[in-house]
């Protein structure tokens, strides 16, 4: 299955990518949101297994990677708020989901929060949220002292050796990509302190998380070792309660089950939409 591929022009003219997969149809329309440095290809098994199932879905390429690059990371930072207050928008705005009747805003990871951001915040306005895989950053995320020091040495690492450099060579050490150093410098806040804090932007975000209205599944995945049951807990804790909370037996893995076992992970969220009438 072939995608369609759409450029979205952000509000500060920056060209994004979307791919849109099937037709907007009886059922809300499925935006999704990557992981911190994963490339929107790497989730079209994802797509095309939900897609052949009737969903129509827009996979958004997040700012600063292969269908949406930044020239010069180093000159033209930006941050979580500019992915939620400025990217976001302007796909929902954009073709491919501004015919949809409904929309489900799902992210995976890093995704998932910048979903529940913009949802809580009201930056876009989806009937419901969706969450996989997604946790604090922080020591929270482990139960055990040596896993919270070892978390605590990696947050550390990487705020050293994204100001020292001016932006995030994950590139070449095997986590979340080449990236800003106003990214990194908001994922280090919340992974330091358990909490969000975005640069430039006074919006208190933890106030709207607990005053979240929209229906939400936050997601595990049995075995995710990089966000593990504590990490969903975290921030489930930061939510209302009735936020609801699942946990999906699929490749046990942070990444793998998107390639290796989607329907597992489709079959889960879509019985949860069936009882949203979504």
């Not at 990518?17 to 935006?31: D, L, M, N």
């Amino acid at each position: 299955m072939e995608p369609l591929v759409h450029p979205v022009h952000s509000s500060d003219g920056l060209a994004l990518t979307v791919e849109e997969y099937g037709a907007p149809g009886a059922v809300a329309t499925v935006v999704f949101l990557p992981a911190l440095g994963v490339p929107l290809a790497y989730y079209r098994p994802l797509f095309e297994t939900w897609a052949a199932r009737g969903r129509h879905i827009v996979g958004v390429e997040l700012r600063g990677m292969p269908q949406s690059p930044v020239a010069d990371l180093r000159r033209d930072s930006f941050g979580y708020a500019h992915l939620v207050r400025e990217d976001l928008p302007a796909v929902f705005a954009g073709p491919a989901v501004a015919a949809a009747d409904r929309v489900v805003l799902v992210g995976h990871s890093l995704g998932g929060q910048l979903a529940l951001l913009s949802g809580a915040s009201g930056t876009v306005r989806p009937e419901a949220l969706v969450t996989l895989a997604t946790g604090t950053s922080s020591t929270a995320a482990h139960r055990s002292p040596l896993a919270r020091a070892r978390r605590a040495i990696g947050v550390r690492f990487v705020g050293a050796v994204t100001s020292s450099l001016g932006y995030w060579p994950g590139h070449r050490l095997g986590f979340a990509g080449r990236q800003p150093r106003h990214l990194m410098f908001d994922w280090g806040y919340e992974a330091r302190y358990g909490r969000y804090r975005l640069a430039g932007d006074n919006t208190d975000y933890e106030a709207a998380l607990r005053d979240l209205a929209v229906p939400t599944l936050l997601v595990q995945i049995a075995g995710d070792r990089l966000v593990p049951a504590a990490a969903v807990d975290h921030l489930a804790g930061r939510l209302p309660a009735h936020v609801a909370r699942t946990t999906i037996t699929a490749t046990p893995d942070h990444l793998r089950w998107a390639r290796r076992t989607p329907e597992k992970v489709i079959e889960g969220v879509e019985n949860w939409l069936a009882k949203q009438h979504l």
